[in-house]
């Protein structure tokens, strides 16, 4: 896949791989942590998220200034690494009392200053790869390499912070219920109408608890399941010790691209090198990608509901256990090797393949086949999984589908008939909407959040349902994010490419404060009308990006 792209593209992958592990192990349980440690509402809880998710995406403009002036991107990005462990290493320490939750919001807005300076200026170190002309036809395709790095950390993420939920939880005897947290802190809270509900659900993790042992349980289960959180996070410190030691390492392999246009200006060396535009080609270029960026709002909005609403809904609203067939789904370790193995059937009756390419191929299915039996073997005919076990499909989905995008871009360039950026973005807005047309119709005849109280649906949908629409949003991303990262390497203004760069990121910041926005819907409308409103967002962004196609084309060329 790496064939005929420079090496950099490796290091820089691997390096954001390591990074994106440790992010989305912390992004897939924080939303729970908060609201299991400190029994914040789902308002609160969406407005802590949602600010935090702007600053994680707005603050890479500053981090663009910042390489673009002073530091270059290299350095950049080596401090956003150091400063992203310490925000991670906050919230791995356990802590309690009142002044836990300011460690708390402190250590996010760390993290996200330490990511503000970290990932666009990665993003524009790879575009710098990509402007030497032996490889600048493939930049489109490295980005989604790239990209698809990205999501191979992501993916194993849930399954890490899951497992680290268990693994703690299981020292105490205990096991992950997603009804325990909110009834816990209402009961030591005087607030519990019922506290019968409690009792009945502590019984199942021990049956000797009495009323009068209650308080007790309630405070126990709490703490333990936020220690559980804390060492997930800890998971992620040690993710980015490795991306540090793989980006330090093998910086010969980009340093010939460490430059800005500020510092080739300032090398005798390299002057000849920088790209001087004129300033109305300038303001074309950033006012096509203003363009871009607006739209991009609406779809990080929508698709950012993963973290947030879409967690919701697998919690009170899918059923919380699956039966053997449908744990291959849940059960990362079973997946992977199925998909391996149909590489490997591909590989051995591909016709261009070469004798010991299908040898291989066949030995692949083979051993992949039999670990992916073996694990189904194993399992029992009820599976419970907890909610942020959903976050692995995305990643998974993105890697399994990238090359399959690939090929069919390659299929349509050959043909002449590959569709710009710009119409790719606008494609993505309308899958976008698709799936979110999934969850209408699966949300018709549940009751609304409103009703639920702190407890779960009596209803229960199948996970096949929020598989669906991430099947679906993946590959509304692969047409969006990826070919837009690559877009705005290839149009931003030279000397300002770490700003652009930031740019995107802070669209996507936009986007992620109105995932905040709606959250606080979530308890306000009923189910159907939430996914509608998105839906529509997503159609009217698609049609101002289809309206503004040629006017796009033609500022940029692409």
Same mark, same amino acid.
């Given at each position: 896949?790496?064939?005929?792209?420079?090496?950099?593209?490796?290091?820089?992958?691997?390096?954001?791989?390591?990074?994106?592990?440790?992010?989305?192990?912390?992004?897939?349980?924080?939303?729970?942590?908060?609201?299991?440690?400190?029994?914040?509402?789902?308002?609160?809880?969406?407005?802590?998220?949602?600010?935090?998710?702007?600053?994680?995406?707005?603050?890479?403009?500053?981090?663009?200034?910042?390489?673009?002036?002073?530091?270059?991107?290299?350095?950049?990005?080596?401090?956003?690494?150091?400063?992203?462990?310490?925000?991670?290493?906050?919230?791995?320490?356990?802590?309690?009392?009142?002044?836990?939750?300011?460690?708390?919001?402190?250590?996010?807005?760390?993290?996200?200053?330490?990511?503000?300076?970290?990932?666009?200026?990665?993003?524009?170190?790879?575009?710098?790869?990509?402007?030497?002309?032996?490889?600048?036809?493939?930049?489109?395709?490295?980005?989604?390499?790239?990209?698809?790095?990205?999501?191979?950390?992501?993916?194993?993420?849930?399954?890490?912070?899951?497992?680290?939920?268990?693994?703690?939880?299981?020292?105490?005897?205990?096991?992950?219920?997603?009804?325990?947290?909110?009834?816990?802190?209402?009961?030591?809270?005087?607030?519990?109408?019922?506290?019968?509900?409690?009792?009945?659900?502590?019984?199942?993790?021990?049956?000797?608890?009495?009323?009068?042992?209650?308080?007790?349980?309630?405070?126990?289960?709490?703490?333990?399941?936020?220690?559980?959180?804390?060492?997930?996070?800890?998971?992620?410190?040690?993710?980015?010790?490795?991306?540090?030691?793989?980006?330090?390492?093998?910086?010969?392999?980009?340093?010939?691209?460490?430059?800005?246009?500020?510092?080739?200006?300032?090398?005798?060396?390299?002057?000849?090198?920088?790209?001087?535009?004129?300033?109305?080609?300038?303001?074309?270029?950033?006012?096509?990608?203003?363009?871009?960026?607006?739209?991009?709002?609406?779809?990080?909005?929508?698709?950012?509901?993963?973290?947030?609403?879409?967690?919701?809904?697998?919690?009170?609203?899918?059923?919380?256990?699956?039966?053997?067939?449908?744990?291959?789904?849940?059960?990362?370790?079973?997946?992977?090797?199925?998909?391996?193995?149909?590489?490997?059937?591909?590989?051995?009756?591909?016709?261009?393949?070469?004798?010991?390419?299908?040898?291989?191929?066949?030995?692949?299915?083979?051993?992949?086949?039999?670990?992916?039996?073996?694990?189904?073997?194993?399992?029992?005919?009820?599976?419970?999984?907890?909610?942020?076990?959903?976050?692995?499909?995305?990643?998974?989905?993105?890697?399994?589908?990238?090359?399959?995008?690939?090929?069919?871009?390659?299929?349509?360039?050959?043909?002449?008939?590959?569709?710009?950026?710009?119409?790719?973005?606008?494609?993505?807005?309308?899958?976008?909407?698709?799936? /979110? *047309?999934?969850? &209408?119709?699966?949300?018709?005849?549940? @009751?609304?959040?409103? !009703?639920?109280?702190?407890? =779960? +649906?009596?209803?229960?949908?199948?996970?096949?349902?929020?598989?669906?629409?991430? /099947? *679906?949003?993946? &590959?509304?991303?692969?047409?969006?994010? @990826?070919?837009?990262? !690559?877009?705005?390497?290839? =149009? +931003?203004?030279?000397?300002?490419?770490?700003?652009?760069?930031?740019?995107?990121?802070?669209?996507?910041?936009?986007?992620?404060?109105?995932?905040?926005?709606?959250?606080?819907?979530?308890?306000?409308?009923?189910?159907?009308?939430?996914?509608?409103?998105?839906?529509?967002?997503?159609?009217?962004?698609?049609?101002?990006?289809?309206?503004?196609?040629?006017?796009?084309?033609?500022?940029?060329?692409?």
């Amino acid at each position: 896949m790496f064939k005929g792209h420079p090496r950099g593209l490796v290091v820089a992958s691997l390096a954001n791989m390591g990074e994106r592990f440790g992010f989305y192990t912390m992004y897939a349980i924080f939303v729970l942590f908060i609201q299991a440690k400190y029994g914040f509402d789902t308002s609160k809880t969406s407005l802590i998220w949602s600010i935090f998710l702007f600053a994680v995406y707005f603050l890479p403009l500053a981090g663009g200034i910042i390489a673009d002036k002073w530091l270059g991107y290299g350095r950049t990005i080596t401090t956003g690494i150091v400063v992203m462990f310490a925000g991670y290493l906050m919230l791995a320490i356990p802590m309690r009392g009142d002044t836990s939750v300011w460690v708390v919001i402190t250590a996010l807005f760390v993290i996200a200053f330490g990511t503000g300076l970290f990932k666009g200026n990665l993003q524009a170190l790879v575009g710098n790869l990509y402007d030497d002309p032996q490889y600048s036809s493939r930049r489109d395709a490295a980005f989604t390499i790239f990209y698809m790095c990205i999501n191979i950390g992501a993916m194993f993420a849930p399954t890490a912070a899951e497992a680290m939920n268990n693994f703690i939880l299981s020292g105490s005897g205990y096991t992950y219920d997603a009804r325990i947290p909110a009834l816990a802190h209402k009961f030591l809270e005087g607030r519990l109408e019922n506290t019968a509900d409690l009792l009945a659900i502590a019984q199942l993790q021990d049956a000797s608890i009495t009323i009068e042992k209650l308080g007790s349980f309630a405070e126990n289960y709490i703490n333990v399941l936020s220690k559980s959180y804390h060492f997930g996070f800890g998971v992620a410190c040690l993710s980015l010790i490795i991306s540090s030691l793989i980006f330090l390492g093998f910086k010969k392999f980009y340093k010939h691209a460490d430059f800005t246009e500020k510092q080739k200006a300032a090398h005798a060396q390299m002057k000849d090198q920088v790209v001087e535009l004129s300033a109305e080609e300038t303001r074309k270029r950033i006012l096509a990608l203003i363009l871009v960026f607006i739209v991009v709002i609406f779809f990080w909005m929508s698709f950012h509901q993963n973290g947030l609403t879409m967690t919701y809904f697998a919690r009170d609203y899918t059923v919380p256990s699956v039966g053997r067939f449908t744990n291959l789904w849940f059960d990362l370790f079973t997946l992977l090797p199925i998909f391996l193995a149909v590489v490997g059937l591909v590989l051995a009756f591909r016709k261009t393949s070469e004798l010991k390419t299908r040898l291989a191929g066949a030995v692949m299915t083979i051993v992949f086949a039999g670990i992916a039996y073996y694990r189904f073997s194993k399992f029992h005919d009820v599976n419970p999984f907890t909610p942020q076990k959903f976050q692995h499909f995305n990643p998974f989905f993105i890697v399994a589908l990238t090359p399959v995008i690939l090929g069919i871009f390659g299929w349509l360039r050959n043909k002449g008939k590959e569709p710009s950026s710009p119409k790719k973005i606008g494609i993505g807005m309308v899958l976008t909407a698709v799936g /979110f *047309i999934v969850l &209408i119709i699966a949300s018709i005849g549940l @009751p609304s959040p409103d !009703s639920l109280g702190e407890t =779960v +649906s009596d209803v229960l949908v199948s996970p096949y349902w929020l598989i669906s629409t991430y /099947f *679906i949003l993946t &590959i509304a991303e692969l047409f969006l994010s @990826p070919i837009g990262i !690559s877009f705005v390497s290839k =149009v +931003s203004p030279p000397k300002y490419k770490g700003l652009m760069q930031g740019g995107w990121l802070a669209a996507t910041s936009a986007g992620n404060l109105l995932v905040g926005v709606m959250g606080m819907l979530w308890t306000v409308v009923p189910l159907a009308v939430f996914w509608t409103i998105l839906v529509v967002c997503c159609l009217l962004s698609a049609s101002f990006i289809f309206f503004m196609l040629k006017r796009l084309e033609r500022a940029t060329g692409n």
